[in-house]
């Protein structure tokens, strides 16, 4: 049996300030967990964080350009030059608001690679496409368009599975409709990479909170959440991060 040390990754996307990362770096100091935690703040705050053994740090986006003249933009070598460890990426509100596409994450994800930092790359379908029973095949375009391109980034990467009508809503999927997905992920991608397949970690992301997670995180392809409004209430963060 394949062990995959669970990773609870905190999405704060464009909230928080100084006192929260405070908040949160205090908190996460006084607790012990087994488990691998991430906090992904938005990037300005990356260095305000205290260096500690008990988290790591990533960033929600990068560019998908090494350097030159792209305004605005900010690398992978820079977000790796301020700490962090991993990169959100394929975020929904990235491919819904941004345009972002799987060739488009594909190019972040190496840009990613190549700087040191692993890319947390998110996948999920609407809720039209669930209710269509397209979700199986929704991921598998998603996950071929990356994987089966390049095998190579399997080993190297992470997965979270988000549902598009589970993110920011309240809604979560069932313990068994997730375990489902995750599971048909790990298959899907052992055709390419058997071995990338059963250690790769899939997250769950959809409204995670303290009341919901113990059920999701007991199912066996669930390794681990992708956090984003309790990740903002250092308290019930610590308390997600804490379940076995
Ligand atoms: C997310 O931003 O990735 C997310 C899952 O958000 P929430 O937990 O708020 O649904």
Known sequence: MTFRR???????????????????ATMLQSIDCPHEILICPPVIFLADFPKS??????????????????????????????GAEY?????????????????????????????GVTPIICFGETLSERQQEKTMWVLAQHLDAVYAAHPDLLARSVIAYEPVWAIGTG??????????????????????????????????????????????????????????????KPAEFAAICQMA
């Open 171 to 232: 809604l979560t999927a069932t313990p068994e409709q997730a375990q489902q997905v995750h599971a048909f992920i790990r298959q899907h991608l052992a055709r390419i990479d058997q071995q990338a397949a059963a250690q790769v970690r899939i997250l769950y992301g959809g409204s995670v909170n303290a009341e919901n997670w113990q059920t999701l995180f007991s199912q066996p392809d669930i390794d681990g959440a992708l956090v984003g409004g309790a990740s903002l």
């Open 6 to 24: 669970p990773l609870i990754a905190a999405n704060w996307k464009m909230n928080g300030n100084r006192e929260l990362v405070q908040a949160t």
């Open 87 to 115: 990169v959100i990426l394929g975020h929904s509100e990235r491919r819904s608001l941004y345009g972002e596409t799987d060739a488009t994450v594909l190019q972040k994800a190496q840009q990613a690679i190549a700087a």
């Open 53 to 82: 053994t008990k988290y790591c740090l990533g960033a929600q986006n990068t560019s998908s350009e090494k350097a030159g003249p792209f305004t605005g933009e900010i690398s992978a070598d820079m977000i790796r030059a301020v």
